[in-house]
């Protein structure tokens, strides 16, 4: 069992930068991705960004690619989502996720946290 919780999240204006935490506790070697995706209101949950725990490859969405890094502290088991030059499209509630696959698709994790929200006014 994993346990993740977000943090970070808040009302920020465009152009501005946040830094989005997950913390994961109960990691077994099994969840050997952490991914963070993102839903807005009426929307799907579409894919951000994600990394391996091990050698640290990452992948992200185009909508964030340039904007958005994802990181990774493997002793504190903790992943980060710095987001630069915020948009009000990437207002949304924001989550983490652990999985094996290292996918941009939802089915390729196991485990969810609660969300966080940011809000990006224009």
């Known amino acids: 069992q994993v346990q993740l919780v977000e943090s970070g999240g808040g009302l920020v204006q465009a152009g501005d930068s946040l830094r989005l935490s997950c913390a994961a506790s109960g990691r077994s070697i099994s969840s050997s991705a952490m991914g963070w995706f993102r839903q807005a209101p009426g929307k799907e949950r579409e894919f951000v960004a994600v990394i391996r725990w091990s050698g640290g490859s990452t992948r992200y969405a185009d909508s964030v690619k340039g904007r958005f890094t994802i990181s990774r502290d493997n002793a504190k088991n903790t992943v980060y989502l710095q987001m630069n030059n915020l948009r009000p499209e990437d207002t949304a509630v924001y989550y983490c996720?652990?999985?094996?696959?290292?996918?941009?698709?939802?089915?390729?994790?196991?485990?969810w946290g609660q969300g966080t929200q940011v809000t990006v006014s224009s």
């Open positions: 996720a652990a999985g094996d696959t290292g996918s941009s698709r939802r089915s390729g994790y196991d485990y």
